[in-house]
T-cell receptor
């Protein structure tokens, strides 16, 4: 089983739908992240959780709502999205939330979201 | 905040040739510089990283160089193979902030 697992791999939703993305890490890490990946653009950090507490929210619209019930699971709840929100959403984990110490992010394979 | 520029956006080389990808960063406080490889349908995976206390690091066919004065760092892949074809991302980080470049799509032609 891979270290970071994301479901679903593909999701198509209308602008009025409510859906959720799920991420699970089996690495015993303390920090988890949501990134947005759009074509030909840098990875955009959305949210950071460290020991189940949100430590960073990079001005993400409220139509994206994260949830971290424990250190192994991370959700991204989606509500009334726009077509421009279509992208690949990547979950990642790291040992600690400190790039100075270890730095390595372990990514899942992503959830490809299409908003119609 | 940090801003990372990556060039080129696409790169095509013949199998066996070398490939070089370059990145520049803006924040002089950045001291951690990883490179990630993303294969089709997969998430990015760390392939090599360098910290600001060294100027060069090598791991088999891949190497990274860092010039802190000029604020640029580069990825070098020698003896390229078709399986090196992927998108490569550089990043620059300090403490709890890390920014990525926009990526380079490398194609190695057999």
């Amino acid at each position: 089983e891979t270290g970071v697992t994301q479901t679903p791999r593909h999701l198509v939703m209308g602008m009025t739908n409510k859906k959720s993305l799920k991420c699970e890490q089996h690495l015993g890490h303390n920090a988890m992240y949501w990134y947005k990946q759009s074509a030909k653009k840098p990875l955009e950090l959305m949210f950071v959780y460290s020991l189940e507490e949100r430590v960073e929210n990079n001005s993400v619209p409220s139509r994206f709502s994260p949830e971290c019930p424990n250190s192994s699971h991370l959700f991204l709840h989606l509500h009334t999205l726009q077509p421009e929100d279509s992208a690949l959403y990547l979950c990642a984990s790291s040992q600690d939330h400190s790039f100075l110490n270890t730095g390595e992010l372990f990514f899942g394979e992503g959830s490809r979201l299409t908003v119609l | 905040g940090e801003n990372v520029e990556q060039h080129p956006s696409t790169l095509s080389v013949q199998e066996g040739d070398s490939a070089v990808i370059k990145c520049t960063y803006s924040d002089s406080a950045s001291n951690y510089f990883p490179w990630y490889k993303q294969e089709l349908g997969k998430g990015p995976q760390l392939i090599i990283d360098i910290r600001s206390n060294v100027g060069e690091k090598k791991d088999q066919r891949i190497a990274v160089t860092l010039n802190k004065t000029a604020k640029h760092f580069s990825l070098h892949i020698t003896e390229t193979q078709p399986e090196d074809s992927a998108v490569y991302f550089c990043a620059a980080g300090n403490n709890n902030d890390m920014r990525f470049g926009a990526g380079t799509r490398l194609t190695v032609k057999p």
